[in-house]
């Protein structure tokens, strides 16, 4: 509309009604074809009121019949006037879509993928009794959080807060201030543009305003021609500033005949300040300056609030947090340098102040009547134009009055030239501005620290809570996850693993047994695990490429963290997350092979030791004893089995297999008759030595009870990390010491064992539930679960990084472990099995087996006579 009377559609006068402006438009004048667009306006409203007063009516007769047929009217709320949506039938599916459903479902759609990842749509089949449906029919948004499909979970950590409503999540504590620290540095970003484009802006007035002595002098050096006359442009950008002044103040339109009215854009004073003040003091680069300090100086009582709430949550335990927050604590203290140096106060210039004192009061008479002239020329534009002066310079006018009289009280001489006066002029106007200079470096690196600072809360929002293939955030719930693939694995492995044994076998392929090399046996069985994991490995690759498998897996995963059996604990949101876990535990289990094979061969390089120690006693006569500090000589040992081992096998003769016939022509055979011994035919340190590979080759095999055991304590570390919340490392430590005794409980069997053979005259064993057999798979128990434990801690990337203290511990550990392996345990283990080689400690079915092997490779020619191999170098 056009008139003298604002018009409706303009944003600051929205919150006045058409009537009012029309009754503007009557008190102004305005014409008789302004007055007719007018009463049109008028015949359209009242159209509208006449649709909506109809509408209602036709709503009000809907819950009459409603109520006639039993249907009750909806509750109003206390202290709420009466609406249409409280009016309608059901308010819980009153339609919010506003005859827009389509867009909405573009929208919503669009809303759910900027929330939960790309391909998240609205899921009618979510929530409980049609919660999800129902809100899609009647366009209720708010029901996003339960009804997006969460295909890759939660983008953003207020997401995810909203999702965790009342949580006591750590992250979500945090997010609010977070969240608060965002908004100041996108505030901070803005006020520091809008500085820097003021500051440009104020440069360029700078030079345009130069100064007139300055001119004066160069134009008198160069072509000796006047200073250039500037009053006219001075006063010409004075008049400009009070009619700039004029048009944007509020604006009174008073009348006899009716109240006066004042349409001033209040609304939107109230949502932005700064939007109300006029140009001047306020919108200067003074001001804005003292705003942007100001508003630093809040974000550092933010960035202070952040840390004492992030001390007081104790995030420590939570290493994604922890380092996201403690980065953008460290980005915040770079502000402290910068925000005092952007703005700076410009001193008054000596020469200027000079001037000053040289001015004589002609001058000052000549600049008096200068500002009359502008004050005069300002006051005929106000009144030719109508304005009303703004109530905040009213109180300058009477001033510049004051000055005026004044000056005509104390002007005596107008007979100086005009050049003087112009000079005072432009060099008075200049200096009553207010100089503030404006720090380009320091605006550049607020600006630079604003995206650094972005970064830094991207990553909070982003690195923290689980989504994506960042699915988990705690240890245990890794631990979870792993404890339900791992057996699954285990058997895997094991059953490959037999498998390739037999088929080595079968084929003649392998034999680790007493004709190959002491070491043979124990890198059969790495190349055996090895191949095990690989044929893992590609299986699963297959399974991942060719086949929807893990997309199915992963389904029946997403069911059961929706039932809410686990809690708030996270699973993969992916089939692609659950196989880069699978991968992870391979690889896992593979360096748990390495870990084990390095322990194997350490106690099997004392076991060649040792042997070589024998067959060096045997072709002397002379020898220490089996372990360091025994008493007994190697002739001595040997003096006792040979004696022992006759009357002990005739005592057990019940539970022996073989008849007495057999049992007799074994002991010919090796030259045991009569508690003598055939020094031709017998060989103390070949038998031991053959107890010594006997339980290397049962260290190395795997065995079935290794894979029970460790399936059982993997389901108890996935029931610790489900109701306690126990990762897998805390059971580590307990491991360990519960290795170190079973490792000192061997050493004093040993010690007894021997003290009973040697010292004691019984046939009956004193322990007889341990063997050989029983000691070596106990022993690869023990180590499985400790090369596993330390594999997947050693060998983890995520170890490394968020607990790089826990690695150094387990690596340490780790070594802590071979080096007592290697010192202590290997001799234990010697002792021991050379313990449970000797009467009455060995089973007797077990001995005589031993003797008939001897038997075998006296008859074959591999004995003394024929130099056997067992007693060369490298056996």
Avoid at 159 to 188: F, H, M, R
Avoid at 294 to 305: G, M, N, P, Q, T
Avoid at 361 to 374: F, I, L, M, R
Avoid at 693 to 721: K, N, W, Y
Wanted: glycine share 6%; with cysteine.
């Amino acid at each position: 509309l056009e008139g003298p009377f604002p018009s409706t559609l303009d944003p600051a006068n929205a919150a006045h009604p058409p009537l009012i402006s029309l009754q503007q438009g009557l008190l102004h004048g305005g014409s008789p074809t302004r007055m007719k667009s007018s009463f049109v306006l008028l015949a359209l409203l009242s159209l509208k009121l006449l649709a909506a007063s109809e509408a209602s009516r036709s709503r009000l007769r809907s819950i009459h019949i409603a109520a006639e047929r039993g249907v009750p009217e909806p509750a109003v709320l206390p202290g709420v006037s009466r609406s249409s949506e409280q009016l309608d039938l059901h308010s819980a599916r009153t339609d919010h879509c506003g005859g827009k459903h389509y867009t909405w479902i573009f929208e919503i759609n669009q809303k759910c993928a900027a929330s939960f990842g790309a391909g998240s749509r609205w899921d009618i089949h979510r929530g409980h009794e049609g919660y999800c449906k129902d809100g899609h029919r009647t366009c209720m948004s708010h029901r996003y959080i339960e009804c997006c499909s969460q295909k890759e979970g939660p983008k953003k950590l207020g997401t995810y807060c909203e999702i965790q409503a009342n949580s006591a999540d750590p992250a979500c504590k945090l997010w609010p201030k977070v969240n608060g620290v965002k908004k100041d540095v996108s505030e901070v970003k803005q006020k520091v543009i809008d500085l820097a484009e003021s500051d440009a802006v104020q440069d360029l007035q700078d030079t345009e305003d130069e100064d007139p002595e300055d001119a004066e002098d160069s134009e008198d050096t160069e072509a000796g021609g006047d200073a250039p006359d500037t009053t006219s442009a001075e006063v010409t950008s004075a008049s400009s500033t009070s009619s700039a002044f004029t048009t944007t103040a509020p604006m009174a339109v008073s009348s006899s005949s009716g109240p006066m009215l004042a349409p001033a854009p209040a609304a939107a004073a109230a949502e932005d300040p700064e939007a109300a003040l006029p140009p001047g003091p306020a919108n200067s680069p003074e001001a804005k300056c003292a705003a942007l300090k100001a508003l630093l100086r809040r974000f550092k009582d933010e960035i202070k609030s952040l840390q004492e709430s992030s001390e007081k949550e104790e995030i420590g335990n939570d290493p994604d947090l922890s380092r996201q927050i403690e980065s953008l604590l460290a980005e915040g203290e770079r502000l402290r340098s910068s925000s005092e140096k952007i703005c700076t106060q410009a001193e008054p210039a000596e020469d200027d102040e000079a001037d000053d004192e040289e001015e004589d009061d002609d001058g000052n008479d000549d600049e008096k009547d200068s500002d009359e002239d502008v004050a005069e020329d300002s006051k005929e534009d106000k009144e030719d134009t109508g304005a009303v002066e703004p109530p905040g310079l009213q109180p300058q006018a009477s001033e510049s009055a004051k000055d005026k009289d004044a000056g005509d009280a104390d002007s005596s001489d107008d007979d100086e030239d005009d050049s003087p006066k112009e000079k005072k002029v432009t060099h008075k106007i200049v200096k009553s501005r207010e100089v503030v200079v404006v720090n380009q470096e320091e605006v550049h690196n607020l600006i630079r620290w604003t995206s650094g600072m972005n970064s830094a809360i991207r990553n909070v929002e982003t690195k923290v809570h689980p989504h994506g293939l960042k699915w988990w955030r705690y240890r245990y719930e890794y631990t979870l996850v792993e404890s339900v693939v791992l057996p699954a694995f285990l058997i895997f492995v094991f059953l490959t693993q037999l498998f390739l044994q037999w088929l080595g076998n079968y084929l003649k392929a392998l034999n680790p047994g007493l004709h190959g090399g002491r070491y043979r046996s124990i890198f059969y069985y790495f190349v055996l695990h090895a191949a095990g994991i690989s044929l893992l490995q590609a299986f699963g690759t297959w399974l991942y490429s060719a086949t929807p498998f893990f997309h199915y897996f992963n389904t029946a995963g997403r069911m059961v963290h929706d039932s809410g059996w686990i809690g708030n604990m996270s699973l993969p949101y992916a089939g692609r997350s659950w196989y880069l876990v699978f991968q992870e535990i391979i690889f896992h289990l593979l360096g748990a092979i390495i870990l084990y094979s390095l322990f194997v061969a350490t106690m099997i390089r004392q076991y060649a030791k040792q042997a070589h120690q024998f067959m060096k006693s045997e072709r002397t006569g002379q020898g220490e004893g089996l372990v360091a500090g025994q008493a007994m000589s190697y002739d001595q040992w040997e003096g006792h089995f040979v004696k022992r081992a006759e009357s002990y096998l005739a005592a057990r003769s019940a539970d022996l297999t073989a008849s007495a016939d057999e049992v007799k022509e074994i002991l010919r055979g090796v030259g045991l008759v009569g508690g003598r011994r055939d020094a031709e035919k017998f060989n103390f340190g070949e038998y031991l030595n053959m107890i010594l590979v006997q339980s290397s080759d049962e260290l190395a095999c795997p065995r079935f009870i290794t894979v029970i055991v460790m399936i059982i304590l993997d389901i108890h570390v996935g029931i610790q990390a489900v109701f306690w919340r126990k990762p897998f490392v805390f059971h580590l430590p307990l491991l360990f010491l519960v290795s170190m005794g079973v490792f000192l409980a061997f050493y004093f069997i040993a010690m007894y064992l021997n003290h009973v053979s040697l010292r004691e005259k019984t046939e009956k064993a004193p322990l007889p539930w341990v063997t050989t057999e029983r000691v070596s798979t106990l022993m690869q128990i023990i180590l499985y679960c400790l090369c596993y434990s330390f594999s997947r801690l050693l060998f983890s990337s995520y170890v490394w990084i968020d607990y790089p203290m826990t690695a150094i511990l387990a690596l340490i550990g780790f070594l802590i472990t071979y080096l007592i392996i290697w010192v202590v345990i290997s001799h234990i283990m010697v002792l021991l099995m050379c313990a449970l080689s000797t009467p009455p400690n060995i089973q007797p079915n077990m001995l005589l087996q031993h003797l008939k092997t001897q038997k075998d490779l006296l008859a074959d020619g591999q004995g003394r006579e024929g130099k056997p191999t067992r007693t060369g170098r490298g056996s």
